[in-house]
C-alpha cells in the first residue's frame, strides 16, 4: 500500500530542490525578470544547479533527505518506516539550519529552500504520528510540529538573540558581573517610594500599574458583559460598539485625548480652573494618567473575553441552581459566577499583561513615573544605547509575565467547566440579582459615557484650526492628509496619508486571518489534545505576548536582517510580526471557548470517520464562531493600530499609518494626526462590523426568552 | 440495511492502559463474537469507559494488542476503525439539524449529499425518528436524542457498534423500553455491540454475555446466567443481582460436590475448588424461602426485621444465626408480619460457594 501523503510531500520536496529558486531573490519571487537568468545564474539557480553546478555542495543532502522516505514507501505501516520518516525529516531540517548558520556568504533562504524544508517538516510529523505521537493522528502531529517550528523560528530565535546582548558585552565577550550591576540596581528594584518622594524602582510601579489595571479592566469587562447579554439594557448594540472603539484606537490617541481632558490646557482642568479656583497642575502626567488611558484601552480586551464566556454558561445550570432553591444572588454567586471563572482570570490576564506591555500610553502619559517598556526603548533608541540594560530589563518584565501566567493556571485548577454538552441545552438565562443589576449599570453607563466623551473630543480635535489655541473649524487637516484630486487622467490620490493607509490596510488584512488560524489552532492542541510537552509549547506559544514590542522590534532587526532568514525591508517582516504579536490573543479566545464545548463532540465527530481536520471545521469551528470572531476582529485592528514594534520595522516601501502618525506628532502636527486617527477609527467600525456581520452568531437552538409585548395591552 | 455481512469480532490481547502511574485497565483479554452483544459490567472507577474507549480508539494502548474482524488495530486512529459509538451525553451537535447529525460520517466519509441524506432519512425511519429531520438537538426530548445518537452511529453501518451507558440520561421506564429497542435492532441487524453499563439489571436484560470489571481487571465474563448462578466471587456475586454474603463451613464429599453447614441447615452443592474450612456463600434473595413457625422447630430459625409490600413480591429483612438475610418472596397473598419467627430454608439453585 503506497502512503498518498509521504509520496505526496516528498515529491513536493524533490520538485523544489530541482526547479525553485534556492535562494531568496532581489527583487522578490513574485516579479518575472528573475526568470530570464534562470536557472543559470546564481542569484536564482535551484538547489541542484547551485550544488553541482556553483560548488555549493552542502545543499545535496537537503534534496536527498526529503526524497529518503521514497525507499520505506512499500513498507507497511510499522515502526521501520516510521523511523526512516522521522529520521530524514528530522536530520534534513537540522541539516538546513546548520549550513544555513556555519556556511557565510550565502543569500537569504528562497522560495526553493522554504519549500523544501516544508516538506521535510510534513514528513518528520508523519514519522512522528506513526511512532504514536498525537494519539497517531498526522494532522494533529504536523500541527504540532508546524506551530512550534514557527514559533521557534520567529519568536525564539530573535528572542534568544536579544537575550543574548544582556550577557554580552561591546566586544561580545561573556560579561556576568556587568549582567548582575544592571540587573540587581536600585532604578529597577528601589522601593523608595514607601518611605520618601522618590519614586520606586521601575520594576515595581511596572507591577503595581498592571495589577491595578487588570483588576480594572476586568471589573469594568465583567460589567459590560453581563449588561451586554443578561439584561434588557435598551442600547446593548451600542454598547457593544462602544465598548468595541477603544481597541481600534492606536494607543496613544487615548493618552493624547486623555490629555486634551485632564492637561494643563484640558477640558476638565480649564473648566475646574474657571469653575471652583482649582489651579492647574499636571496631575495627570504619572500613575493616574496611564491607568486611565490603559483602562480604556484593554476594557474591551477583557470585554471581548468575557461576553463570549458569559454567553456560553449553560441556562440549564442556572435554572438546576433555581430549583434547587437558590434565589437570584445565590444563583449569581455560587453557579453563574464560578463558571465565568476562567473567563475571569483570562481577562485579568490579559489584562496585566496588556499594561505591562504597552508603549503607546506611558509614552505620551507617564511622566515621571517610569516603567518597564518606555526603560526598554530609552535605554535603546535613548542617548545611552545600552543593548545590555534593555535585555536585562525585558528579563525583569519577561518574569512577570510568567509569573502572572502561572498564577493564572494555579488559580484554575483542574475543575471542568464543560458547560456547551452535547446534550440538546435548552433554557433561560435567569435575570441578575438587583444588587449585581445596579453595579453593573452603575460601572458600565458612566464608563460608556466618558468613552464616548473621549471619543468625541479626538473627532472635534481633527476639525478645529489648532486644539487649546484656536478652535474654529476647518477641513485643512483632512485635505492635507486624504485630498483626492479628481481629473481627467482618473483619480490623484494627493493626500500625504493615503500611502501608509493602503499599505496599513494590505498587510493588516493578510495578518488577520493567518493570527486567527494559528491562534485558533494552537488552542486546539492546547485543550483538545494531550502530547508531551504540552505545558512548555504553551508557555512558548505565548511568550510572544510577553515580550513588549520594542523588544520584538528591535530582535527582528537583530535576527532577520543578515541571512539565512533575510526579512527586514519586506512587507513578509510586518506581517510575520503581526502574527506572532497577536496570535496569543486568539490562543486565550479559543482556549476559553473551547473549554467550554464538551469533548465528547469531537470524540463523536472521530468516531463517525471524519478526520481531525474535518471534525474542526465542521464542529469546532462553527461553535467557536465567538471566539473566531474575537481572534479575526483583535487580530486586524492591533495590526492597524500597532506602533511600539514596527517603528522599527517600516521601510520606505512600507510604512504604516501608526508609524507615521507618530512621525506627525514628533513634528508638532497634532491636527493630522488626530485628523488621521478618526479616519483609522471610522474605517476599522466599519470592517469590524463586516466581520462580526460575515462570520455571524453561535447557533445553539436556545429558547429565545419571551419579549413582554406592550401590544395589545388595555391602556 | 444489512449490517449482519459487516460485523466484526473484538478482540483484546493483554492490554494495558495506564495514564502515568494509574492503571486504568491491567492485561485485559477477551474476545467478542462478530454478531454478539456484549456487556463490559463495573461500578464507577472499574475501567469500563476506558475499555470501550480503547475499542472505539479514542485511547492507546499502553501495551497489548486489539483486533477488529481479525485485523490489527492498535496503532489505527479512532476515523480509520470502522466503528461508531453512542455517547453517554449523546454528543450530538447543538448547531446541526437532526438530519445534518446523522448525515455527519456519511458526509465525512465523502459521500455525495443526497446519497448520505437518502441513507440518513432510512435510518432515521429505522429508529421511528421520521419527520424530525429538520429540528435541532435542543428541539427533541431526552428519548429522541437518544435515538438519534443511535442512528448516527448506526447509519455508517460499522463494523462494532458502541454504546456508552446509553441509557443513564433517561427516566427509568423509558430506559427499560429503549434497552429493548436496541437489543431488537442490535439482533435483527446482526450487529456486533459493545455496551458499557453499571447497571446490573440492565446487563442482564440485554447481554448476549457479559464481562465484569473490577480495579481495572476482568473479574468475570459469561453468560448472563453463568453470572448470576456461578459468581466466582464474592465482588461479582454481590454486583449481579443481590446476594446475601455470610460464612458457612465445606466438607468435601467428591471431586464435586461437599456439604455446606449454615446453621443448622446442611446442603449439597460444588465445591468450586474452595478449602475445607470456613468459606463464603452468597445466597440469592429469592433462594430464601421463609415459612412462618408457630411454636414448633427448624434447622434455621430466624426474625422479620422488616417486611415491604411492593406488588409484585414481598422484601424481607431477616436476622438469623447465620446473619442478616435479604429475601424476595413472590407470594403476596399473606405477608408475614415484621416480628414473627420464621423457618428459613434454601434453595440450593441460589446459593453458591465464592
Known sequence: MIDRNVLAWAAVGAAAFLVLPWYAIEDGVFTVTWLARYPGDPAVAPAVVQALVHHRLWLLPAGLLSLAPIVGLGARHGRGRATVLFAAGGLGLAWVAVQGFAIGGQPGIGIGGLVVVTSLLMLFSIGLAEMGFGNGDRFVSAAIVVVLALVLVFVFFPVARVLAAAVRDDGGGLALGQFWSTFSSREIWGLDCLTSRVGCGVAWNTVFLGLLVGASTTALGLAFALVATRTAFPAQKVLRMLTVLPIITPPFVIGLAVILIFGRAGAVTTFAEWAFGIPASRWIYGLPGVWLAQVLAFTPVAFLVLIGVVEGVSPSLEEAAQTLRAGQWRTFTTVSLPLIRPGLANAFLLGFIESLADFGNPLVLSGNYSVLSISIFFAIVGAQHDQARAAVLSIVMLVFTLGAFYAQRRWLGRRSYATVTGKGDAGLHPPLPRIVRGLAYATAIPWAVFTAVIYLMILFGGFVEAWGRNHHFSLRHYTAAFGVDVTDSGIRWTGAAWNSFWTTIEISAIAAPLTAAVGLLTAYLLVRQRFRGQTAFEVGTMLSFAIPGTIIGISYILAFNTPPVELTGTGIILVICFVFRNMPVGVRAGIAAMSQIDRSLDEASLTLGARSLTTIRRVILPLLRPALVAALVFSFVRAMTAISAIVFLVSANYDMATSYIVGRVENGDYGLAIAYCSVLIVFMIAVVAAIERLVGRRRLGRRAPATVSLEGIPA | ?354
Open chain 2, 1 to 354: 440495511m444489512s449490517l449482519a455481512r459487516r460485523s466484526a469480532s473484538v478482540e483484546f490481547h493483554q492490554v494495558t492502559k495506564a495514564y502515568g502511574q494509574v492503571i486504568a485497565v491491567r492485561q485485559v483479554s477477551f474476545v467478542v463474537e462478530a454478531g454478539s452483544l456484549v456487556t463490559l459490567l463495573g461500578p464507577s472507577g472499574c475501567g469500563k469507559t476506558t475499555t470501550l474507549r480503547l475499542i472505539a480508539g479514542l485511547e492507546m494502548v499502553t501495551s497489548g494488542r486489539i483486533l477488529i474482524g481479525g485485523d490489527d488495530v492498535t496503532r489505527l486512529p479512532a476515523t480509520d476503525r470502522d466503528v461508531s459509538m453512542v455517547f453517554q451525553s449523546y454528543a450530538l451537535f447543538p448547531h446541526m439539524t437532526v438530519l445534518e447529525n446523522v448525515c455527519y460520517g456519511l458526509r465525512a466519509s465523502g459521500q455525495p449529499r443526497d446519497r448520505a441524506a437518502a441513507a440518513a432519512r432510512e435510518s432515521l425511519a429505522l429508529l421511528g425518528l421520521s419527520g424530525l429531520d429538520e429540528r435541532l438537538p435542543s428541539e427533541l426530548s431526552g428519548g429522541q436524542q437518544q435515538r438519534v445518537a443511535v442512528a448516527r452511529a448506526l447509519v455508517l453501518e460499522p463494523r462494532v457498534l458502541l454504546f456508552d451507558e446509553p441509557l443513564s440520561n433517561l427516566d427509568a421506564k423509558l430506559r427499560r423500553r429503549v434497552r429493548g429497542e436496541i437489543r431488537d435492532l442490535q439482533q435483527r441487524l446482526g450487529l456486533t455491540v459493545v455496551y458499557v453499563t453499571h447497571d446490573q439489571e440492565e446487563a442482564l436484560a440485554v447481554s448476549d454475555r457479559i464481562i465484569v470489571m473490577d480495579h481495572a481487571v476482568i473479574a468475570q465474563q459469561g453468560t448472563p446466567s453463568e453470572l448470576y448462578r456461578e459468581p466466582v466471587n464474592r465482588f461479582v456475586a454481590d454486583f449481579i443481582g443481590d446476594a446475601n454474603l455470610v460464612k458457612g463451613t465445606l466438607e468435601r464429599t467428591d471431586a464435586r460436590l461437599g456439604i455446606v453447614t449454615l446453621g443448622g441447615l446442611r446442603l449439597s452443592l460444588p465445591h468450586r475448588e474452595m478449602p475445607e474450612g470456613v468459606v463464603d456463600v452468597a445466597i440469592r434473595p429469592e433462594a430464601v424461602r421463609l415459612d412462618a413457625l408457630d411454636g414448633g422447630n427448624a434447622p434455621l430459625v430466624g426474625t422479620i426485621q422488616k417486611a415491604v409490600y411492593l406488588g409484585s413480591h414481598m422484601e424481607y429483612i431477616v436476622d438469623s444465626p447465620v446473619g442478616e438475610l435479604f429475601v424476595i418472596d413472590p407470594s403476596v397473598a399473606a405477608p408475614l408480619p415484621a416480628g414473627a419467627k420464621v423457618a428459613i430454608d434454601l434453595d440450593r439453585h441460589g446459593v453458591t460457594v465464592v
